[in-house]
């Protein structure tokens, strides 16, 4: 057995063991919900509940007075849509508009997965919120637990003759890889209780689901927005004669680490085939239940499909892959990204409608003193035909505007001074943070509210070298599970202690290849100290077109890093 992958086939662990004993998903979480005492649900219904699409948080800034009044903690609820392509209607944004004033903390959270998440939500109303999601057409199953997530799909409005039809594969993947259980409708949207749990049937996740989550994604070249190799299944669309003709497969990416240990890494995905478009939701349900199957058990730490990938190796996936399919994928076809992020302001589709790609700072959608945000996308979606789509950059494009309503939705934009960003520095534009503080439990600094502020900083240094509107990418996460993709950005941070930070260099502008410490566990002043030298080094010694990423490598600030088992090294 190799020293870097010590798995090997021990005991399960036990959230395996409670996954086998849960009744498919059920638990005790009716009766959990239905306890009047505390606002909170137990540690094993809290394990359950996140395949409902819902994690159980507490407002970490209010624990230490809590604490001394001798209260519980501010125990509250996020709740997160599967909306597999990240596109809604109007009216479901409206829906979802109201129910975070109504149950939650008055604002949405726009997702680097392309989705709502509400926070605030309170114990005694999940259940209303779900049913009110559900009356809008839209569901919580399978957004969160060891299942497959969000499948996300590209928005880029650039090529929108592909971007239709690939959303539909994107809707055809998701729902072919749901659970099959009825739990989530016994529960929450009080549908017949079955009367013999043990009949249900799960034909492709089994009665124990997966080791750990599975994140699929569908990116159509050039443009990598979705960041298809951090996927476990990654899709390359492929076009040819102007037609969606299949898709290459990228298989073992993911983001997360664990701080001080060396067996988990961030891993780039591995192109291993392309297969037809009509055949491909079967390859996502093999390839998935290969991860079912070998994925390690024991250790969730070493759980993702990325560690089974690189335990049993690229050929023995694909060699796998085939055997189950009954035929084999085709050598990959020819394909090239030159980015990952978004292209703001107006863009007209094939068509002839209109697209209008706005700047969400990190995707919260908020009201602020001096910028109405979420009370103008409510008054645009009152009278908005088209649709709105979620970019995985955080930010929102106002999508399939007729030019009869086009002149409206500007209006609007003009009145409430929404901004497409091209005002910010091209660092802004391509920055990104997850949630952190104060709901996410498992922060160890801040991220959300703190990257503008240290932006704010670090453009001072751009102006002096004269890079404002130089294209990089900045990505920070309060800590090192990447759920904004900190180590695909040019520039990465990863939270280590309260005001504290690992900061890493070098991963490409088109997000194929990641980054590599340079400074650990250091602050706002070593930050922008370390900065802003190489900063106007770059700008004096960069060649024509080179990235910044590309820079560090070739200057020797950082190594390249072709692999997640050199991230470490």
């Known amino acids: 057995m190799s020293k870097r992958f010590p798995y090997e086939a021990g005991p399960p662990s036990g959230m395996e063991k409670l996954k086998e004993r849960s009744d498919f998903l059920r638990g005790n979480l009716v009766e959990s919900f239905a306890e009047p005492l505390t606002s909170a649900i137990p540690e094993e219904d809290t394990l359950l509940l996140k395949f409902h699409g819902s994690y159980m948080q507490d407002d970490r800034d209010l624990r230490n007075e809590r604490r001394k009044q001798k209260l519980e903690p501010a125990y509250q609820f996020m709740i997160r849509v599967r909306l597999a392509g990240g596109i809604t209607t109007p009216e479901q944004w409206l829906t979802m508009d109201e129910l975070s004033d109504t149950y939650g903390n008055g604002t949405l959270k726009m997702t680097t997965r392309q989705t709502f998440q509400l926070h605030g939500v309170l114990k005694w109303n999940l259940k209303s919120t779900i049913q009110g999601m559900n009356k809008a057409l839209l569901d919580t199953i399978a957004a969160c637990g060891d299942v497959n997530r969000n499948v996300m799909a590209s928005v880029n409005t650039e090529h929108s003759r592909y971007t239709n ?16 259980t009825k739990a989530y409708h016994e529960i929450w949207l009080d549908e017949e209780k079955v009367i013999d749990s043990k009949e249900e049937l799960e034909p492709i996740y089994g009665d124990l689901y997966l080791p750990r989550k599975f994140k699929i994604g569908i990116a159509v070249p050039p443009s990598n927005d979705i960041d298809v190799f951090s996927q476990d299944l990654g899709l390359i669309a492929i076009k040819e004669e102007d037609q969606l003709v299949g898709f290459n497969v990228v298989v073992g990416g993911g983001m997360g680490s664990t701080h001080g240990d060396k067996d988990t890494y961030p891993q780039v995905g591995k192109v291993i085939g392309y297969t037809p478009k009509d055949k491909v939701v079967d390859v996502a349900e093999k390839i998935l239940t290969i991860q079912r199957d070998y994925g390690n058990r024991s250790n969730r730490k070493n759980a993702r499909f990325k560690y089974t990938v690189d335990r049993l190796g690229k050929e023995w996936i ?11 994928l085709e050598e990959t076809r020819d394909y090239h990204f030159d980015h990952n992020g978004d292209k703001y302001g107006w863009i007209k589709g094939h068509d002839g409608k209109w697209h209008l790609t706005l700047y969400v700072q990190n995707g919260r959608v908020a009201d602020y003193d001096s910028y109405k945000l979420k009370t103008a996308l409510r008054e645009i979606a009152k009278v908005h035909t088209g649709d709105f789509r979620m970019t995985p950059n955080q930010n929102l494009i106002i999508g399939n505007v007729t030019n009869y309503m086009k002149p409206k939705i500007q209006k609007l934009v003009d009145e409430y ?12 534009r391509n920055s990104m943070a997850c949630v952190a503080f104060p709901t996410c439990g498992l922060a160890m600094a801040e991220s959300e509210r703190y990257l503008p502020s240290l932006i704010d900083k670090v453009e001072v240094l751009l102006d002096e070298a004269g890079l404002r509107e130089q294209e990089i990418t900045i990505r920070m996460t309060g800590c090192p599970n990447g759920c904004a993709r900190p180590a695909l950005a040019e520039i990465g941070f990863i939270g280590k202690a309260p005001g504290k930070y690992n900061m890493y260099l070098g991963a490409s502008f088109n997000g194929d290849r990641l980054n590599k410490m340079y400074k650990e566990n250091i602050g706002e002043e070593e930050i922008l100290d370390t900065l802003g030298p190489i900063l106007k080094a770059y700008a004096k010694e960069r060649e024509e077109k080179e990235h910044f990423g590309d820079y560090v490598i070739r200057a020797g600030y950082v190594k390249e890093v072709t692999t997640g088992l050199e991230f470490h090294d």
């Open 318 to 328: 694909l060699q796998e892959l085939n055997n189950r399919l009954g035929w084999e």
């Open 165 to 180: 039809e690939v959303n539909e594969w994107a809707h055809k993947i998701s729902d072919h890889l749901l659970p099959r």
């Open 417 to 428: 001074g929404l901004t497409d960003g091209k005002e910010n520095s091209a660092l802004r």
